[in-house]
T-cell receptor, first 114, second 111 residues
Framework: DAMVIQNPRYQVTQFGKPVTLSCSQT?????MYWYQQKSSQAPKLLFH???????NEADTPDNFQSRRPNTSFCFLDIRSPGLGDAAMYLC?????????????FGPGTRLTVL | GENVEQHPSTLSVQEGDSAVIKCTYS??????FPWYKQELGKRPQLIID?????GEKKDQRIAVTLNKTAKHFSLHITETQPEDSAVYFC??????????FGSGTRLQVQP
């Protein structure tokens, strides 16, 4: 099945200890997104890649970085996690182009910060 | 940028009744309006979407209507069932922008 895969599904880290979350896709979509979702809230866009073009949201903290080494993979790096960064992190993909707007979400990584 | 408002934040209905969730958007350039259902601890799942060249779309018990002039769109669920209980998010998108989500509606269907 073509899909969006996120690893790990659950991540526990210590306050201030860097962590990397990964996302891969077999859909060959050219756009990849990272969202942060806290309990009972809407997903909040952190950044997205349109092909190799990186687009950072204005209110995304500098603590969050991203890498996209190729079409299939995208990484979210949290350099110094704080307690407030505990959340579900969702990766999504889409194919840019006329009529192709649907975003496909991965299962998410739930991050716990101790 | 785009701003999407969603109402109500919670909705409780009896099984078999209809449920309606409404959203408004601000950017007239938005042309794609999906609705996602999210169950506890799971990813958002697309349940229906509509593009700006269409006024209404229906898929079995679910329908979405779009009024471009008024910049609002609505989700209608008929004959609700307990398994419809979840959080529903509307969203809007235009051009190269990512989706902008509404704040969500927690739907509870009472058996």
């Amino acid at each position: 099945d073509a899909m969006v895969i996120q690893n790990p599904r659950y991540q526990v880290t210590q306050f201030g200890k860097p962590v990397t979350l990964s996302c891969s896709q077999t859909l060959n979509h050219n756009v990849m997104y990272w969202y942060q979702q806290k309990s009972s809230q809407a997903p909040k866009l952190l950044f997205h890649y349109y092909d190799k073009d990186f687009n950072n949201e204005a209110d995304t903290p500098d603590n969050f970085q991203s890498r996209r080494p190729n079409t299939s993979f995208c990484f979210l790096d949290i350099r110094s996690p704080g307690l407030g960064d505990a959340a579900m992190y969702l990766c999504a993909t889409s194919r840019a182009g006329s009529g192709d707007n649907e975003q496909f979400f991965g299962p998410g990584t739930r991050l716990t910060v101790l | 940028g785009e701003n999407v408002e969603q109402h109500p934040s919670t909705l409780s209905v009896q099984e078999g009744d209809s449920a309606v969730i409404k959203c408004t958007y601000s950017d007239s350039a938005s042309n794609y309006f999906p609705w996602y259902k999210q169950e506890l601890g799971k990813r958002p799942q697309l349940i229906i979407d509509i593009r700006s060249n269409v006024g209404e779309k229906k898929d079995q018990r679910i329908a979405v209507t779009l009024n471009k002039t008024a910049k609002h769109f609505s989700l209608h669920i008929t004959e609700t069932q307990p398994e419809d209980s979840a959080v529903y998010f509307c969203a809007a998108k235009g051009g190269r922008r990512a989706l902008t989500f509404g704040s969500g509606t927690r739907l509870q269907v009472q058996p």
